[in-house]
């Protein structure tokens, strides 16, 4: 509730979050909303101008642009965004095992990290879909097997800030169960930089998706996707530029609802930041915004 509450006082957040939102939404209600059929072919309608029947056009294959669009949100944010949260999940399961107990543990699973973290994101994932085939779900199993590793350093960074905190300590003498401690004690003081390092993985993991669908390598025809609408735009993209525009137009929307909505969750779920917004702790606050810079690039 106190999360909801600081949020709703930033309108930026509030905006940010509503976009995300209703795009999520016409994602899931793609059949129930887009006006046609996203694959059907009508060569009399090629290259059509915006009509009421077809309200951004047609494309060089006579299809509607924005059933594509809306049918475009599945691959481009919705399966992007269940990648994440699986990447999340297992990188917090490695980042809290290691952070909390530390020892072999912490080492054996670092090394495992380091060792995964080795190889260039991009140069990877291009591997993995070389070995696997094109494809979406290719390129999707590539970033689980190279984001868990990131999460897992981050996450274990900011465990083990709090992991020798007194209370924690008084916690693991009283013989509380270390799963008790870590639900109620360690999992909420860290959920800040986890909530704004996902958010701002989201953008990344969308961009590196739509840039390997414009290079053939992520989604298939006939599906839609916003990086292959764009590739497919790019013959008439002077004589037709809104064919360009409408799907490029979507990812700065929807990877700018994302950052914006990073930096907002940052504020509100830091009571330093929410507090003293004057005061703020610069140092910390630039080490986020570094990690988060840094796995942008891969």
């Not at 691959?75 to 095992?97: E, I, M, R, Y």
């Not at 860290?190 to 701002?200: E, K, Q, R, Y």
Request: charged fraction near 15%; proline fraction near 5%.
């Amino acid at each position: 509730m106190r999360l909801f509450k600081n949020l709703s006082r930033d309108k930026l957040a509030v905006t940010s979050l509503a976009v995300i939102v209703v795009t999520l939404i016409l994602g899931i209600c793609a059949p129930i909303v887009a006006p046609h059929d996203p694959g059907a072919v009508n060569m009399k309608l090629r290259y059509a101008s915006p009509s009421w029947p077809y309200l951004l056009g047609n494309d060089h294959l006579g299809r509607c642009v924005l059933s594509r669009l809306i049918y475009g949100i599945r691959p481009s944010v919705l399966w992007v965004l269940a990648a994440l949260g699986f990447s999340v999940l297992v990188g917090a399961a490695a980042g809290f095992t290691a952070g909390y107990f530390k020892g072999k543990v912490d080492a054996w699973l670092m090394r495992i990290c380091d060792i995964m973290l080795s190889f260039p994101g991009y140069v990877m994932t291009l591997a993995v879909v070389g070995i696997l085939g094109a494809g979406l779900e290719n390129i999707l199993i590539a970033f689980v097997c190279m984001k868990w590793a990131w999460f897992a350093r981050v996450i274990r960074t900011s465990v083990m800030q709090f992991s020798d905190m007194d209370y924690v300590k008084f916690a693991k003498a009283s013989g509380i169960p270390s799963c008790t401690i870590i639900t109620r004690h360690i999992i909420p003081v860290t959920f800040a930089d986890i909530a704004v390092i996902s958010s701002g993985a989201m953008c990344s993991m969308m961009l590196q998706v739509s840039g390997l669908s414009f290079l053939g390598l992520g989604i298939q025809a006939p599906h839609a996707e916003w990086g292959m609408m764009l590739n497919e735009a790019r013959e008439v993209m002077f004589s037709r530029p809104e064919l360009m525009l409408a799907p490029g137009l979507a990812i700065v929307v929807v990877v700018s609802a994302f950052n914006f909505l990073s930096d907002s969750l940052q504020v509100a779920l830091d009571p330093k930041l929410m507090n003293s917004p004057d005061k703020r702790d610069k140092s910390r606050e630039r080490e986020v915004r570094k990690a988060a810079y840094e796995y942008s690039r891969g």
